[in-house]
């Protein structure tokens, strides 16, 4: 995310991810409590499934794509995408393969838990210009994560970006700041986030960027000693960042492409990430819809049944279709995270980018308490909506929008056939 502070007014590096953050509170759709996402009521009806689904079987796929799988994953949250994700010791074959770390079009940056890394890989910790050892606080609407930045050479598919800094979640690095702590639940283990790591594909490279260069942005990057963390500036080469553009070559955007999901639901579906657009003969843009997004923060604008959302964004890190509306009744405590009309209900909206181009979408939402009660057995709910977390302005067009689609995200300031990133197109 860029120009934090304008995003929700909601401080820095904001991530709009629903899907994540809702992880207990949606397994069986009555398995959370109504209190909010991250409670742990036990008194879910539905089946979840509680072990870590198995890594996604190897397919052929062309050397710059990745196999995609979309199943219950590491404690049965639906609607996850996840990839996985090979780490090395930058310039050597000292490498750790992390499967189910969620595809995230919503955010900038990879993420990957301690717990999932062995000793042995002791990859270098990031500093900034004055050596200190740099830490990050990356905030979610209810909480954070916590870790330090470190560099590691990250193949997915067969694509690689040489020495990036990420984040190694791991709550035991120093003394988490105060600030960072502040910011709600902890979500430094895979059960509370719901993966083993995060892959922000999104549109932007860094993710925070010139904001977080040009001054000390609280619950965001720290400069370590020992264990003290203080709120610093960190320049955007040393930021957590997107892997594509450091890609050696299929570096301008990405393409997530997902199949058909039935209405009833699915008990898995197998898609690919598709790295570059218009670099191969896998990736063309074709006759797809470019949306321009605002360039500070990745937004566009939505309008449904007569409301504008001004704060609109792709987000498969999101499981449902998230916006507030009267049309919709919520469903009752402990669900009302999420949408329960009587019947499955036909909407249509519009898409408008800041570039002048829009698009009619259909859409279906139906009832979450059925759509998890009866069909628990499905880790693929195309028809999940509500009005979680959301401001009136937000529209997130979650997982649901990607079923039978190609989505692609062009990353700012890289070249692509429908022009100069960033933008999103379907």
């Known amino acids: 995310m860029r120009d934090p502070d304008s995003l929700l007014g909601s401080g820095s590096l904001v991530k709009l991810l629903a899907a994540t953050l809702l992880a207990v509170a949606i397994v069986g759709c009555g398995g959370g409590g109504g209190s ?11 089946p979840t499934q509680s072990v870590t689904s198995p890594p996604p079987a190897p397919q052929m796929a062309a050397s710059n794509a990745a196999a995609v799988i979309v199943d219950f994953g590491v404690i049965g949250v639906p609607n996850m995408p996840f990839v996985s994700v090979t780490l090395c010791v930058p310039g050597t074959t000292q490498c750790q393969t992390v499967d189910h770390v969620q595809v995230d079009t919503g955010s900038a940056g990879l993420r990957i838990f301690a717990s999932q890394l062995p000793q042995s890989l002791i990859l270098p910790q990031q500093k900034d210009g004055a050596g200190n050892l740099l830490a990050e606080c990356m905030q979610f ?11 590691a050479d990250v193949l997915i598919g067969g694509e690689k970006a040489a020495s990036l800094p990420i984040q ?16 709600g639940a902890s979500r430094n ?21 010139p904001g977080c260069a040009h001054r000390a942005v609280p619950a965001t990057y720290y400069g370590c000693i020992g264990n003290s ?7 955007e080469d040393r930021q957590v960042a997107n892997p594509i553009p450091y890609f050696a070559t299929n570096n301008n955007g990405s393409i997530l492409m997902l199949p058909a999901a039935s209405p009833s639901g699915e008990a898995s579906l197998t898609g690919q990430l598709v790295f570059g657009i218009g670099t191969q003969s896998n990736n063309g843009l074709g006759n797809a819809q470019v949306i321009g997004v605002n360039p500070s ?9 007569g409301t504008s959302y001004s704060m609109s964004m792709m ?8 916006f507030q509306t009267g049309v919709l009744p919520t469903c009752a405590s402990p669900n009302n995270l999420y949408y329960c009309p009587a019947s499955t209900q036909q909407l249509s909206a519009m898409i408008e980018g800041v570039n ?39 529209f997130i067009w979650g997982m649901p929008f990607f079923y039978g689609r190609n989505v692609y995200a062009a990353v700012e300031q890289q070249s692509t056939p429908g022009g100069k990133g960033p933008y999103i197109a379907y």
């Open 168 to 183: 190694v979640i791991d709550p035991s690095y120093g003394a988490i700041p105060s600030d960072c702590s502040s910011l």
């Open 356 to 394: 002048g181009t829009t698009s009619a979408v259909s859409f279906d939402v139906g009832n979450a308490t059925e759509l998890m009660h009866l069909r628990g057995g499905n880790s693929v709910v195309p028809l999940l909506a509500g009005p979680a977390f959301v401001t009136p302005t937000t």
């Open 141 to 151: 609407f209810d909480g954070y994560t916590w870790g330090s930045v470190q560099l």
């Open 297 to 305: 923060n990745g937004m566009f604008r939505t309008v449904q049944n």
């Open 315 to 322: 987000d498969s890190g999101s499981n449902g279709l998230f």
């Open 229 to 235: 963390c203080t709120s610093i500036a960190v320049a």
């Open 36 to 46: 909010g996402a991250g409670s742990s009521s036990s008194s879910a009806s539905a």
């Open 189 to 209: 283990t895979p059960a509370s986030l719901a993966a083993k790591g995060i892959l922000g594909i999104g549109v932007f490279k860094r993710d925070c960027g």
